[in-house]
């Protein structure tokens, strides 16, 4: 994968973020692991939750020194819910690690959430070059969004996987879903527990691999129907702020 922001070296973080960890979910990514783990930024955690990879996938992710949380239960809510449960640090980000998002680009995301001008912040793909977002998932994004729109009222463009956000405020939505409904469950109850949800241009480009899921019109099928269940859920009980102790 090729550099996003040539002026800062990969792994640089930003002068004045806190530290945090990162959630990669993972399913056969041997051949982009190396670049994308390069790129974390200095100082920062990557946690690479392996999710039944046959490449070996979690052994080159270990040697490469990534912390390596292995989840037996298919699917992407699971692998990235037993990385949030992993993380320890005040903000945890999530990045699919196929190559085609940035890490080195966190620190814009999790600054956003430190500073007080959102408590999720989502990377909206911009794709660069041919082939980084097929028409189909494109389509199938649009759609949930505009679904998205309606059950909560954020204006939003992109359910982008690249994400950020405290790690206590993530655990208080109580989050169930364990297959692809999970990232749009974590911006709908995030909506209906207050919580301010704002997104950020972020490079998209052509993964490393073919795509589990929006590599396919199944694949994509498949995420929808997920996502769409999510939307039909009623809303729950909003928890108290674990921040102020009180309901947002």
């Given at each position: 994968?090729?550099?996003?922001?040539?002026?800062?070296?990969?792994?640089?973080?930003?002068?004045?973020?806190?530290r945090?960890?990162?959630?990669?979910?993972?399913?056969?990514?041997a051949?982009?692991?190396?670049?994308?783990?390069?790129?974390?930024?200095?100082g920062?955690?990557?946690?690479?939750?392996?999710?039944?990879?046959?490449?070996?996938?979690?052994?080159?992710?270990?040697?490469?020194?990534?912390?390596?949380?292995?989840?037996?239960?298919?699917?992407?809510?699971?692998?990235?819910?037993?990385?949030?449960?992993?993380?320890?640090?005040?903000?945890?980000?999530?990045?699919?690690?196929?190559?085609?998002?940035?890490?080195?680009?966190?620190?814009?995301?999790?600054?956003?959430?430190?500073h007080?001008?959102?408590?999720?912040?989502?990377?909206?793909?911009?794709?660069?070059?041919?082939?980084?977002?097929?028409?189909?998932?494109?389509?199938?994004?649009?759609?949930?969004?505009?679904?998205?729109?309606?059950?909560?009222?954020?204006?939003?463009?992109?359910?982008?996987?690249?994400?950020?956000?405290?790690?206590?405020?993530?655990?208080?939505?109580?989050?169930?879903?364990?297959?692809?409904?999970?990232?749009?469950?974590?911006?709908?109850?995030?909506?209906?527990?207050?919580?301010?949800?704002?997104?950020t241009?972020?490079?998209?480009?052509?993964?490393?691999?073919?795509?589990?899921?929006?590599?396919?019109?199944?694949?994509?099928?498949?995420?929808?129907?997920?996502?769409?269940?999510?939307?039909?859920?009623?809303?729950?009980?909003?928890?108290?702020?674990p921040r102020?102790?009180t309901?947002?």
């Amino acid at each position: 994968m090729a550099s996003t922001d040539p002026a800062r070296p990969a792994g640089e973080a930003h002068a004045h973020t806190p530290r945090a960890d990162v959630v990669l979910p993972c399913l056969d990514e041997a051949a982009a692991l190396p670049e994308v783990l390069g790129r974390i930024p200095a100082g920062w955690r990557a946690i690479v939750v392996d999710n039944g990879s046959t490449d070996g996938s979690a052994g080159l992710a270990r040697s490469l020194g990534a912390t390596v949380v292995h989840e037996p239960r298919r699917g992407f809510g699971s692998a990235c819910h037993a990385g949030l449960l992993a993380a320890d640090a005040q903000y945890v980000c999530f990045c699919d690690c196929d190559g085609s998002l940035d890490p080195g680009l966190l620190p814009d995301l999790v600054s956003q959430v430190h500073h007080g001008k959102a408590d999720l912040v989502l990377g909206r793909r911009r794709p660069q070059g041919r082939g980084a977002w097929p028409p189909h998932a494109r389509a199938g994004n649009l759609a949930l969004a505009r679904m998205l729109r309606r059950r909560t009222g954020l204006r939003l463009h992109d359910l982008g996987p690249m994400r950020a956000a405290r790690r206590d405020d993530l655990l208080a939505l109580d989050l169930t879903d364990r297959r692809s409904g999970y990232p749009l469950q974590m911006v709908v109850r995030a909506a209906d527990a207050g919580l301010r949800v704002s997104e950020t241009a972020v490079p998209y480009l052509p993964r490393t691999g073919k795509s589990k899921v929006t590599g396919t019109w199944r694949g994509t099928w498949h995420a929808v129907r997920d996502m769409r269940a999510v939307l039909r859920q009623p809303p729950v009980p909003q928890q108290p702020s674990p921040r102020t102790g009180t309901t947002p």
